[in-house]
């Protein structure tokens, strides 16, 4: 009987240039199971974290994982509009260990991405915690700075 292979995904820490890589767009057809794969057992793995990007696990793709209030994949994520109220809260990061800072983000969101058509609207730490990850993929970590 063949062993089920654990996964050797880490989480990529300050200093790495991944983490400052403007990230790939996922190509139609693009297998990328090994990557959501990856993520997911990294974010699994943490005590704190309620999201990850592509580049925090290694990969410069377009893809974030959300884990609240369930585990949610979002390939190519685009914000197509954000709201004019903000807040001002305190986050973490996941590749920043130990660091927190005041972040000011919008409160609702509107993005699109691959897994369904048209936009969806996020409110809240949702809409905060989407914000965090596409700003991964963009090279720009808040925290970090």
Known sequence: MKRKQRSKAKIRLAGDPILSTLCEPVEDNENIDHITRDMCCILSQSKTGVGLSANQA????RVIVVNYPNFQILT???ITNVSESVETRTEGCLSYPGIFKKIKRS?????????????????DLPARIVQH????????????K
């Not at 409160?107 to 409110?123: A, F």
């Not at 990850?133 to 970090?144: P, Q, R, T």
């Open 133 to 144: 990850e596409v700003d991964h993929l963009n090279g720009i970590c808040k925290v970090g």
């Open 58 to 61: 290694g990969y410069a793709k």
């Open 76 to 78: 190519n994520p685009i």
């Open 107 to 123: 409160m609702s969101i509107k993005l699109e991405c691959d897994e369904w058509l048209g936009e969806r609207i996020y409110h």
